[in-house]
């Protein structure tokens, strides 16, 4: 039996052949299967025992191997999972098969130690893969090229979307930080949210405050600093669903 693994099964349709043994036959068969379940190498000389032994220990054998690969399967989905919660690029070319699953994670390790804003990670590239992807997205039915050509952008762009920023906005954000030449890495990403958090105003008005204003990052108390200000510029979201189409 495997190490980590606790229990077992015992199916009904033994109980047939269980109830034919005498009493201390059948005693001994359940003193037997917990000593082979526990890895103790049980030996017995006694025939019949061995005999009503033999089909129950087949069927510990399938189920071990049922249990081995269901657990293998959850173990990759789980890399799976976290590959496409953090590193959506990195998923995206697992499933396409450009890329194994362990090198994605050394890429994705890679990534999570690297410090500071402004240093670019590990490249997909250093992995024999071509770095030159060019990702399509589509929003609203508009394919959005310019902004979001890298597997950095689309992972940060995707993050975005998936904390519940509106997707016209991010793409029309992506635009000001591009032309900051700002790096969209994941400390990007967290210290952005981090800020708008602290607002605790709604998401999708402070990255429209960021577009306006031509902000390529954030800071909580710059909301405050422009709540007084007798003129605002007013942002007309058409607008922006109008340089995006």
């Known amino acids: 039996m495997a190490t980590d693994k606790k229990s077992f099964i015992l199916y009904s349709d033994s109980q047939g052949l269980i109830n034919q043994l005498p009493d201390d036959v059948a005693g001994r068969l359940f003193k037997h299967i917990y000593s082979y379940v526990n890895d103790e190498n049980p030996i017995s000389?006694?025939?019949l025992l061995n005999i009503a032994f033999e089909p129950i220990k087949m069927q510990f054998k399938r189920d071990l191997k049922k249990w081995e690969e269901s657990k293998d399967a959850k173990s990759i989905n789980g890399k799976m999972g976290n590959l496409k919660r953090y590193n959506l690029d990195l998923y995206d070319l697992?499933?396409?098969n450009k890329m194994t699953l362990e090198e994605a994670e050394n890429v994705a390790k890679s990534r999570k130690a690297s410090q500071g804003d402004s240093k670019q990670s590990q490249s997909v590239a250093n992995v024999a893969v071509n770095d030159n992807v060019n990702v399509n997205v589509n929003v609203n039915d508009n394919v959005i090229k310019e902004n979001i050509n890298t597997?950095?952008?689309f992972?940060?762009?995707s993050s975005l979307i998936d904390y519940g920023f509106n997707k016209d906005l991010v793409s029309e954000w992506l635009k000001v930080r591009k032309n900051k030449k700002l790096t969209n890495t994941k400390t990007a990403f967290n210290n952005f949210i981090k800020e708008v958090e602290k607002t605790k105003q709604d998401k999708n008005k402070i990255i429209e405050e960021c577009i306006v204003k031509s902000w390529g990052g954030f800071k909580a108390e710059w909301v405050n600093?422009?709540?007084n200000t007798d003129v605002k510029k007013v942002f007309n979201y058409n607008d922006v669903r109008g340089r995006l189409s």
């Open 94 to 96: 697992v499933s396409q």
């Open 155 to 157: 992972s940060f762009y």
């Open 225 to 227: 600093e422009t709540k």
């Open 45 to 47: 000389e006694e025939l």
């Open 151 to 153: 597997p950095l952008a």
